[in-house]
C-alpha cells in the first residue's frame, strides 16, 4: 500500500476525475469516443466537444468557420438570423450530430424510467455504461463486427446501454438492419420489449426527419415488430420459449444473462447461441453480444469468456467492475481518512491498487456485512473478472496464489513443432529440430517455447524435467499435455525451477510420448516423467500401457519409474510413469498449491493459470479435479512436474568427456 499521504492525493484525484463535469450536450467529459473542440458561433451553446467522424463533415466544416451559424443562415440559407432560424438550424444540427454521437442520442432522444423515482427521465450514461460503450465504438469506428462478451456487476445498466444502441444502428446507420434479442426468461424479454417500445413511442420529431416512428407486428408476430424508420425488426425470446425469435435474417442478436442460460431438453445453451449467432454474416455494424453477471463457473458463458480472454474466439471480452458504478460509496469525512486508511484490509488494499476509492472501499465494507458468504459478495459484486466466475467456496487454488502465478507470465518467445526424421523409433531422435509456426489463434497441437536448448543444456544432468498428462484423442476429449522445466536455477540460493516449453492438443497416445521423448532428448537428455493412469485402464488396440512405455524405454534411457529398487534386485520388471491414485494427487495438488502461494516456481503459462481458476474441491470433500465443463490436464502436468523438480536430486554437472548415454534406472523410491 502507498504511504497514507499518497494514498489520500490519489484518491482525492480519482474522486475529482469521478466527479469531473460530463455534459453530453456539450460534449465534455465524454471519451467513449474520439472528440475535438470546436466554436459554432451563434448558438447558445457555441464551444462543443464533437465526435472527430461529425467534425469533417462538410456541415460542421461549414458551421465552424468564422461568423458560424448567421454567416450560414445568411450565405448559405440567404436568409436573416433571428431566433426562429437559429431554433431551426440547432434541431438541423442536432439530427445530424445523432447519426456520430450516440451520447448526445441517449440524452437527447430517448427516455428511460427512473429506477424508484415514478418517472421517465432522459438517457444520461453513467461511468460504467460509457466505459462499456467505449468498447462498441473502437469496433464500430474500426469497421469490425461488434462482437462483444460482457462480464459484468449487477444493475448499472449494461442491458439498457446494449438495446439503445442496437436501435441507433437500425436507426441511423443501416436499412433493412434486423436484431434479436434473447433473455433467459420470458419475462425479462418482456421487460426488453416495453424499453424499446417506450423509447420509439418517445423518440423527438426532429429525430426522424419529422415522420413519427411507428412499429407493427411482422408477419402477425408479437414477438417480432418491424420499425417504420430504417425498416428494421427487433424479435425477442427467451432461452425457455426460444422457437419465438426470427434468426433466419439477421444482422445483430443480444443474448442476456446467458450465465443463467440452462440446458432444456436436447438443447445446449451453446446449441440456442450457435442457431441465432450462426445467421449473421459478420461485417461491420453487425453485433454480437453475450451478456451476463458471472453465474458459476463451468457454464457456457464462462467457457466463452475464457476464450475471449485467450484469442481464442471473436469476441473482445469487456468486464465491468462494481466500482465504476458511482452509486456505491459512501462519504467518508476528511479526518477519516487516516484511521480508515489503517484499517485496510490486505484486500480493500488491493482494492484500491486497481482503482477503487476508498469511498467505493467504504460501501464494500457496509455492503459484505448483508452477505452470507465472502464468495457471494465477490460473485455478486466483483472486483475483476477471476473474481466475478470465482462463484464457489469450493475453487481450491485462492485467486491471490493465481495472481502470484500470473505475475511471472511471459508470452512465449517461439511457437511451433519439434520434429525428427520420424515420429518415433530409432530414427525419431535423428536430426532432432524446432520449426516456427504460428498460425493466427491458435495454440493447440504447438510447441510454445520461453527458453530453447542452448549449447549448455547437456552440462548438467537432469537439469530439465518433462512431465506428460495423458489426455484423450479425439477433439471433445480431455487434453494431452507435455511441460518442461528448467531447474538450473535451484543451484542458487532462493533459485526456483522456471517452466520453458508446453504442449497441449489431442494426439494418438504412442506419438504422445514419443514427441515428449523428443522434447527430453532436446532438453538435455530430460528425465522424463509420464502420468500413466490412462495408459494403464485403457488396454485396447495394443495402445496400452506396458506397450507404450516399454517401447520408448528401448530408445530412451532416461524414464521415470515406480518400481523400487528392492523390487528391482528381486526380478520385478520396470513399471514406468507416475501413477496418480487418491493420495498422490492429493499430496502433488498440495505441493502446487504450497508453491503458489510461496512463488517457488515461475509459471510462464496464461492457460495454466486459467485453468487453476475452475479447478475445485469436489462437494463430497475428497475427489479434486475441474468444474464441470472445464479442463484441469494443464494443471495435473504442472503438479507432477513441480513435484518432481522439488523430490528429484539437484541437476549434477556430467563428465564432458564422453558423448555415451549410460542407462540409469530412477524410480519414484528415489523420491
Known amino acids: 500500500m502507498l504511504p497514507v499521504r499518497e494514498t489520500i492525493q490519489q484518491n482525492r484525484e480519482r474522486l475529482a476525475n469521478i466527479r469531473a463535469t460530463y455534459d453530453p450536450v456539450s460534449g465534455q467529459g465524454s471519451f467513449s469516443t474520439p472528440r475535438e ?16 467522424s461529425f467534425c469533417r463533415t462538410p456541415f460542421i466544416a461549414e458551421l465552424t468557420k468564422p461568423g458560424g451559424v448567421i454567416r450560414f443562415a445568411q450565405e448559405r440559407l440567404h436568409t436573416s438570423f433571428t431566433d426562429t432560424v437559429k431554433n431551426e438550424l440547432y434541431l438541423a444540427f442536432s439530427a445530424e450530430r445523432i447519426k456520430h454521437d450516440f451520447e448526445f442520442f441517449c440524452y437527447a432522444c430517448i427516455l428511460i424510467a427512473a429506477k424508484g423515482k415514478g418517472r421517465d427521465i432522459p438517457f444520461l450514461l453513467n461511468r460504467a455504461q460509457r466505459i462499456y460503450l467505449k468498447s462498441m465504438e473502437e469496433l464500430r469506428l474500426a469497421d469490425k463486427p461488434i462482437d462483444i462478451i460482457l462480464c459484468k456487476s449487477r444493475q448499472w445498466g449494461g442491458s439498457t446501454l446494449t438495446q439503445i444502441y442496437m436501435l441507433w444502428l437500425q436507426l441511423f446507420h443501416r436499412s433493412n438492419w434486423n436484431s434479436a434479442i434473447c433473455g433467459h426468461v420470458q419475462s425479462a ?74 440446458d432444456t431438453k436436447g438443447k445446449k445453451p451453446e446449441d440456442l447461441v450457435q442457431s441465432i449467432f450462426g445467421s449473421i454474416l459478420s461485417g461491420p455494424y453487425t453485433m454480437k453480444v453475450l451478456e451476463s453477471t458471472a453465474k458459476g463457473v463451468g457454464n457456457y458463458f464462462h467457457r466463452t469468456w475464457l476464450k475471449a480472454v485467450n484469442g481464442e474466439n471473436n469476441f473482445t471480452p469487456v468486464f465491468i467492475p462494481w466500482f465504476t458504478d458511482d452509486k456505491n460509496s459512501l462519504y467518508i469525512e476528511p479526518k477519516q481518512y487516516i484511521p480508515f486508511i489503517h484499517s485496510l484490509t490486505e484486500y480493500e488494499e488491493w482494492l484500491f491498487s486497481i482503482g477503487a476509492t476508498l469511498e467505493a472501499i467504504a460501501w464494500y465494507r457496509s455492503k459484505a456485512l ?9 460473485s455478486e459484486y466483483p472486483s475483476d473478472a477471476e473474481e466475478a466466475f470465482q462463484s464457489s467456496g469450493r475453487i481450491l487454488f485462492p485467486r491471490r496464489y493465481i495472481a502470484n502465478a500470473r505475475r511471472t507470465f511471459l508470452p512465449p518467445t517461439t511457437s511451433g513443432d519439434v520434429l525428427a526424421l520420424a515420429p518415433k523409433g530409432a530414427q525419431a531422435f535423428a536430426s532432432i529440430r524446432f520449426e516456427p509456426s504460428n498460425p493466427e489463434g491458435t495454440y493447440d497441437n504447438l510447441w510454445h517455447i520461453w527458453q530453447l536448448p542452448d549449447n549448455t543444456t547437456h552440462r548438467h544432468r537432469d537439469r530439465y524435467i518433462v512431465s506428460v498428462d495423458i489426455g484423450g484423442t ?27 516449453a508446453e504442449w497441449r492438443g489431442h494426439i494418438e497416445h504412442d506419438l504422445l510420448i514419443w514427441k515428449a521423448a523428443q522434447a527430453a532428448t532436446a532438453y538435455g537428455n530430460a528425465l522424463l516423467v509420464v502420468e500413466s493412469n490412462t495408459l494403464e485402464t485403457e488396454g485396447t488396440e495394443g495402445d496400452n500401457f506396458e506397450y507404450v512405455l516399454d517401447e520408448i524405454a528401448d530408445h530412451y534411457d532416461n524414464l521415470y519409474s515406480r518400481t523400487s529398487p528392492e523390487q528391482i534386485r528381486q526380478g520385478m520388471p520396470l513399471r514406468y510413469g507416475f501413477h496418480t491414485n487418491p493420495r498422490s494427487k492429493t499430496t502433488i495438488i498440495n505441493h502446487l498449491k504450497a508453491c503458489l502461494r510461496d512463488s517457488l516456481y515461475l509459471e510462464r503459462s496464461l492457460p495454466t493459470t ?41 541437476p549434477a554437472p556430467t563428465r564432458q568427456d564422453s558423448g555415451n548415454r549410460r542407462l540409469r534406472t530412477v524410480s519414484e523410491a528415489s523420491v
Not at 463430497?620 to 512436474?641: Q, Y
Open 37 to 52: 473542440k470546436v466554436r459554432i458561433d451563434g448558438f447558445d451553446m457555441n464551444e462543443l466537444f464533437l465526435p472527430e
Open 189 to 262: 424479454s418482456r421487460t426488453v420489449t416495453g424499453m424499446l417500445q417506450k423509447a420509439i413511442d418517445n423518440m423527438p420529431l426532429w429525430a426522424t426527419s419529422y415522420t413519427p416512428i411507428k412499429t407493427a407486428p411482422f408477419q402477425g408476430s408479437q414477438n417480432t415488430r418491424i420499425i417504420s424508420h430504417g425498416n428494421g425488426r427487433y424479435s425477442v425470446g427467451s432461452a425457455e420459449k426460444p422457437d419465438s425469435i426470427r434468426s433466419e435474417d439477421i444482422s445483430m442478436a443480444h443474448l442476456t444473462e446467458v450465465g443463467l442460460w440452462r
Open 610 to 650: 486459467l485453468e487453476m481458476q475452475t479447478y475445485e474441491l469436489k462437494e463430497n470433500g475428497r475427489e479434486m479435479g475441474a468444474v464441470e465443463g472445464c479442463h484441469d490436464d494443464l494443471v495435473m502436468a504442472t503438479a507432477i512436474l513441480i513435484y518432481v523438480c522439488y523430490h528429484w536430486p539437484l
Open 370 to 378: 448483508e452477505m452470507q458468504d465472502e464468495w457471494r459478495m465477490k
Open 474 to 500: 479425439s477433439e471433445a476429449a480431455d487434453y494431452s499435455v507435455i511441460k518442461v522445466a528448467d531447474r538450473l536455477p535451484m543451484l542458487e540460493p532462493q533459485g526456483v525451477p522456471e517452466v520453458v
